[in-house]
């Protein structure tokens, strides 16, 4: 399995922390981001977002972080990362959804502003992403994972963003289910820092 | 199953049609937005967003309308409309996500700025949906469907806006083969109208 990356994306480490996790061997394929790499021809024609991370395997392609952590934990996390039964899948995906949502547009482009990586209204994306860590404030209070009362690929998954919030203006003091969320899922065997 | 919903909600809209296709019988209940009732608490403990879709079966509630179109699809598409292979699963997962970014913070946001629904940046998000239509008309070139050579909850997903999008600016016309795709869609059984 062929990860391509690089060290500072988010999306990327989130696949690299299942990959680490699960114990799966993959090759590391740093795209040269500052000469813009990721956005020529070789790499459009296997992610034609142009963006990191894409995964090769057994000569497929998968682009788009979701996707490759679906790949990743349904081919090697037999069914405890992301079960099959309707129910258990729907309530995994409903967590997906928030970090596609209220993390990335909300915690991550709030960051983006603050770093100077973007423009936009600081003030909306602040907004977006503070009702995003009030719902998992909300949720973590009585639970101890997000989904199904273990971790899956919902947690790998709202992670990055949050971890990195404070960069983007966000208090992580005023969620305290957050914070120990955080602290169980560093705690878990494989867990690696970013960079 | 009671599906909560508006008749405006496009993302209702997505969940409707498959129900439709899959001719699940379901509860349709109307939202009364225009009091608000999507932002009171009653509803709020459905879905703590506060947004339209939100689904009800068995005793389980769920949020968010690709959580509930895997919902569906697990629990009556046979494996048709969402498999459980890896590299199938992962590969509907990447346009449920051009769905969710690109769709979604491009075409239908541009269409709030132009309907007056929302402020920001119509050139941003024009060009945001813009590049979506692009990945979209690239791989329906060549492809009936965007994933599996067959109709699945992929289309489904991205479908709805696309239709919209002429309200946000877009020019249809640019993209022949998603022209050729929407007809295909609008032709298979069940297809019903959003309103």
């Known amino acids: 399995m062929k990860l391509y990356m690089s060290p500072g994306s988010g999306n990327a480490y989130k696949v690299r922390l299942l990959l680490e996790m699960l114990k799966v061997p993959y090759e590391k394929y740093n795209l040269d981001t500052k000469n813009k790499e990721h956005k020529q021809a070789p790499f459009l024609a296997i992610n034609p977002r142009g963006q990191m991370p894409a995964l090769e395997d057994d000569g497929r392609k998968f682009w788009d972080s979701t996707a490759c952590l679906v790949y990743v934990a349904r081919k090697h996390g037999e069914g405890k990362w992301l079960p099959t039964d309707a129910a258990g899948e729907a309530e995994i995906q ?102």
Not at 122 to 130: A, C, H, M, S
Not at 133 to 152: M, Q, S, V
Not at 168 to 179: C, R, S, T
């Open 94 to 195: 409903q967590w997906l959804a928030l970090s596609n949502n209220e993390c990335h547009y909300g915690l991550q482009w709030a960051r983006n502003v603050k770093l100077n990586m973007k423009q936009g209204s600081l003030d909306e994306y602040q907004g977006y992403g503070t009702k995003g860590l009030e719902i998992l404030e909300a949720r973590l209070k009585g639970n101890d994972w997000l989904a199904l009362g273990r971790p899956t690929i919902a947690d790998r998954e709202c992670y990055p963003y949050v971890a990195v919030s404070p960069e983007g203006g966000f208090d992580l003091a005023k969620y305290p289910a957050v914070q120990a969320w955080m602290k169980r899922i560093e705690a878990l065997p494989g867990w690696i820092k970013k960079q």
